[in-house]
């Protein structure tokens, strides 16, 4: 008679994210995969509330329980005292909801006082920010707290996941060479594998358009003496009350999921000049779609997509302006380097992005169990 191994203890995770941009698409792919994988997942959301569907989003992936938390994120708070309303939620919730490791998006909070193991995923941090945008200036009295928080974080966490081994450079650099990071490269899946019937003669960018490090101004002088329109999806004006006026490229407004998709799916190039990029989801998924890459020559664009794109120089509109029609005049090297970009995409895969931030949480945990997982054992 066959003896059946003993039930093997799902893990759960309390996974604290926020609502805005990129780390929510992170956050709900990341559980999506893991709940394939037999992971639950709390998802504690801070900061402003998940629209209706992105609450959908939540409330669809199996196994998942969603926790609004009514606290400010480290980004939004103005000092170290006006984290501890989020701390404490934190503290209580990982008790409560019984879970074997804490996954952080910021390792702001990376010494949380919890039984727990602590992960965090850093997918950008306003020192690293503030050296690619303000080279030789001092960070400004206001941040200094900021990064002083960031610093213990990194150190007290069991591990700190980053998306790019350029970040991860860059990390060292503001805060010592002796942090241990994991370079897992996040991963993006296309909603539809639809063809539409053609392509539009016009370059898309996409991404927080007011945040400077997304250098959108040159990619607007560029768009002057462009041979196709430059059309901009996202927001021109951020929370902080910043904005960019854009007087040649055109501005599409904030599209959701599907919509952007369709749209990079329809443009023949796609374009990014960011000085400051940990990873860039706009580009991958891009790529995913098809699209012609042209993109700043830094270490990020240089590791993730190579020979993949055309790389120019972030601060020269001719030779941005020159790339874009390059393009626009050689309909063959377009669909060539789409090509070649969706192939680069191809690594670059949620399946890819989970499983390897799933064996840091089973290194951590095994390194240190669960006072779950040590009750079940």
């Known amino acids: 008679m066959r003896v059946s191994p ?11 994210a926020d609502c805005i ?6 956050s709900i792919e990341l559980a999506t995969g893991l709940a394939a994988h037999g992971v639950e997942t709390v998802l504690a959301v801070a900061g402003p509330r998940p629209e209706a569907v992105q609450r959908g989003e939540a409330e669809a992936i199996p196994g998942l329980r ?5 606290a400010d994120l480290d980004w939004q708070a103005s000092d170290q005292r006006s984290l501890r309303p989020l701390r404490a939620m934190l503290v209580a919730l990982a008790g409560e909801a019984k879970v074997d490791l804490v996954h952080l998006n910021g390792a702001a909070l990376g010494d949380l006082p919890v039984e727990q193991p602590v992960v965090a995923t850093q997918h950008s941090c306003l020192a690293t920010w503030w050296q690619a945008t303000r080279a030789g200036q001092a960070l400004p009295p206001t941040w200094r707290w900021h990064r002083t928080r960031m610093a213990a974080g ?17 990390l060292r650099q503001a805060y010592g060479p002796r942090i241990r990071l994991d370079v897992v490269h996040n991963g993006r899946a296309l909603r539809s594998r639809i063809v539409p019937p053609r392509r539009l003669e016009a370059v898309l960018t ?27 999806a996202g927001p021109i004006r951020g929370p902080n009350g910043h904005g960019i006026r854009l007087d040649h490229v055109v501005a599409l407004g904030t599209l959701d999921g599907a919509a952007l998709e369709d749209r990079m799916r329809r443009s023949p190039v796609f374009a990014s000049l960011a000085t400051y990029e940990p990873f860039g989801l706009a580009v991958l998924e891009a790529a995913l779609a098809g699209c012609a ?5 830094i270490a990020t664009f240089r590791e993730l997509w190579g020979d993949t794109a ?14 874009v029609n390059r393009l626009v005049a050689d309909p063959d090297l377009r669909q060539q380097l789409g090509i070649r970009a969706q192939s680069r995409a191809s690594a670059y895969s949620s399946d890819a992005c989970v499983r390897r931030t799933l064996a840091v949480y089973l290194r ?14």
């Open 6 to 16: 003993p039930p093997v203890t799902p893990l759960r995770i309390l996974l604290v």
């Open 21 to 26: 941009g990129g780390v929510w698409q992170y």
């Open 66 to 70: 969603l926790e609004l938390l009514d």
């Open 154 to 170: 990194l150190a007290a966490a069991a591990a700190v996941i980053v998306p790019s081994a350029a970040f991860a450079d860059q």
């Open 206 to 232: 996409a991404g927080r358009l007011w945040d400077e490090a997304k250098n959108v101004r040159t990619l607007d002088a560029a768009a002057a003496s462009m041979r196709w329109p430059v059309l901009a």
């Open 293 to 297: 890459l042209v993109l700043s020559d």
């Open 310 to 323: 055309l790389l120019v120089p972030a601060d020269d509109p001719q030779a941005v302006r020159d790339a």
């Open 364 to 377: 951590v945990l095994g390194q240190a169990a669960s006072p779950r997982l040590r009750a079940a054992g």
